[in-house]
């Protein structure tokens, strides 16, 4: 459970348990300065939180547009999204990875607590209390996530989830995708979609999440599945391969958080040692991973982002967004997806890792 409530040095810090028992009754308001608020009963205080500190930068103007005001439109029978944003910065990830990761006495960190400590919105972390309670900090712990606003939002809500490991010289997405997954979860809202981008070995050393808010499913969400291995038992894991779609993409589900993140953490390792591109979508509360795995574009050397093979796609042109159609999106989805001999190895390959963690 989210069990936390104020802090006394320069950040907010959430103390996350890992109890599978939910709590709806918090002792505390939380409390940053000005801001305040309480969780109402059925609500997650950490996804308040969330968009309470997000929306408060907003109107504080640290975000760049208003996302809000830009148009989409759902295109053709697979639903996909369209949104018109012609403010947004394509090169807006790679500038954050310079600000963000720096290297220190060998080691490669977050440099955020010490250079942009006005767009952390707070950190969650591990913690062993159940009830709510007061936690000075004065930094960030060595096992949190830092929630950082996105000042280049595409949605709602848009924020930078970073692992913050002081002493390990990487931070492979095995081990902070359990952490990614319980605050999903802790989110508790259907509308929380947590994206993961591995383009190449050179940010293997620069692990990070992206979330948004999204009000409807994102249109990969929407398509049938056939189930390749497992059961849908609650403490099973299930591997689904989503069908009628142009990339190749493979769905885990899974009720237990710690097997699920377990299993598709090591997937995404082997991936990365391989120096195969992939993306991941969290949704569902966590508890459904899709993976998309790409190859590599000689030509172009461009990748998608996990939005857009999840369905949703920016146009920075109002020409272009008028032009936009099913055809022209699902030949850009297929032009980076595996071919049918990769995709049954890589099925495979996944099967096999998940029998041998489950």
Same mark, same amino acid.
Not at 216 to 222: F, I, M, Y
């Given at each position: 459970?989210v ?6 040095g320069e ?27 309480t969780?109402?009963?059925g609500?997650? !205080? ?9 929306e ?27 949104q ?7 090169n807006?990830?790679?500038e ?25 919105l ?8 159940e ?11 060595q ?33 902070a995708l359990l952490?990614?997954s ?16 591995y ?7 620069r ?21 390749i ?27 237990n ?13 082997t ?5 195969t ?13 899709? !993976? ?5 574009l000689?030509?172009t050397?461009?990748? !998608? ?19 936009a ?13 595996m071919?049918?001999?990769?995709f ?7 099967c096999? !890792? ?5």
């Open positions: 459970m069990s936390f409530v104020r802090f006394e950040y907010p810090f959430v103390k996350q348990n890992t109890s599978q028992e939910q709590s709806k009754r918090y002792d505390a308001p939380l409390r940053d300065g000005g801001f305040s608020c969780a109402d009963d609500l997650s !205080l950490l996804d308040t939180l969330i968009l309470s500190q997000w408060e930068r907003a109107w504080m103007g640290q975000l760049s547009y208003d996302v809000t005001s830009c148009e989409t439109k759902i295109v053709g029978r697979r639903k996909l999204i369209a018109l944003n012609e403010e947004w910065n394509s807006f990830s790679k954050f990875e310079k600000k963000a990761f720096q290297p220190s006495g060998g080691n490669v960190k977050p440099s955020f607590l010490k250079n942009n400590r006005e767009e952390i707070f950190c969650v972390a591990s913690g062993e209390r009830r709510s309670m007061f936690v000075p900090l004065i930094a960030a712990p096992d949190g996530i830092l929630v950082i606003v996105n000042p280049n939002p595409i949605e709602y809500g848009h924020i930078f989830l970073v692992p913050y490991h002081l002493h390990q010289r990487t931070q492979a997405i095995s081990g952490s990614i319980q605050i999903a979860d802790e989110v508790n809202n259907f509308s929380f979609r947590i994206f993961f981008d383009f190449s070995a050179t940010n293997m050393d692990t990070y999440f992206q979330a948004i808010y999204s009000a409807n499913p994102l249109p990969v969400e929407l398509l049938p599945i056939i189930p291995y497992g059961s849908s038992h609650i403490d099973g894991i299930q591997i689904l391969e989503v069908a009628d779609y142009p990339l190749n993409a493979l769905v885990f589900v899974s009720k958080l710690k097997k699920l993140a377990h299993a598709v953490g090591e997937i995404c390792s991936l990365q040692r391989r120096s591109v992939f993306n991941l979508l969290i949704s569902d509360c966590g508890t459904k991973m899709f !993976l998309f795995p790409q190859v590599h000689l030509v050397g461009r990748h !998608l982002h996990a939005w857009e093979c999840g369905g949703y796609f920016l146009y920075s042109k109002s020409s272009d967004f008028d032009d159609s099913e055809p022209e999106i699902s030949e850009r989805l297929a032009s980076v997806s071919d049918a001999e990769g049954q190895s890589l099925k495979q390959l996944c096999g !890792l998940t029998a041998m963690v489950s």
